[in-house]
Nanobody
Framework: QVQLVESGGGLVQAGDSLRLSCAAS????????MGWFRQAPGKERDFVAA????????YYSDSVRGRFTISRDNAKNTASLQMNSLKPEDTAVYYC?????????????????WGQGTQVTVSS
């Protein structure tokens, strides 16, 4: 079993930055890819970013590429999402997740464990 706890969400203005963190426990963290997803009210959960098990490969959705950066520290069992130039449309609950495999994926069903989410609200 894996436990994931996100933190770092909050209320910011458009153009501001936030850094989300995800702390993992209960599994060999470095064996699996990790990802961030988000869900806005009334919408499906969307892929945001993913990072391979060793951190050497990353992948982003078109909507955040160039503004968000995903990273991980396997020694500390943590992952982060640095979000810059935030827009009102980035408002959502953000979830971190641990994949079933080593390689990156954007498919939610290929993630085995999920955190409880952290709210990000961007005002215009």
């Amino acid at each position: 079993q894996v436990q994931l706890v996100e933190s770092g969400g909050g209320l910011v203005q458009a153009g501001d930055s936030l850094r989300l963190s995800c702390a993992a426990s209960g599994r060999t963290f470095s064996n699996y890819a990790m990802g961030w997803f988000r869900q806005a009210p009334g919408k499906e959960r969307d892929f945001v970013a993913a990072i391979s098990n060793g951190g050497g490969r990353t992948y982003y959705s078109d909507s955040v590429r160039g503004r968000f950066t995903i990273s991980r520290d396997n020694a500390k069992n943590t992952a982060s999402l640095q979000m810059n130039s935030l827009k009102p449309e980035d408002t959502a609950v953000y979830y971190c997740a641990v994949a079933r495999y080593m390689d990156i994926t954007s498919r939610p069903y290929e993630y085995a464990y999920w955190g409880q989410g952290t709210q990000v609200t961007v005002s215009s």
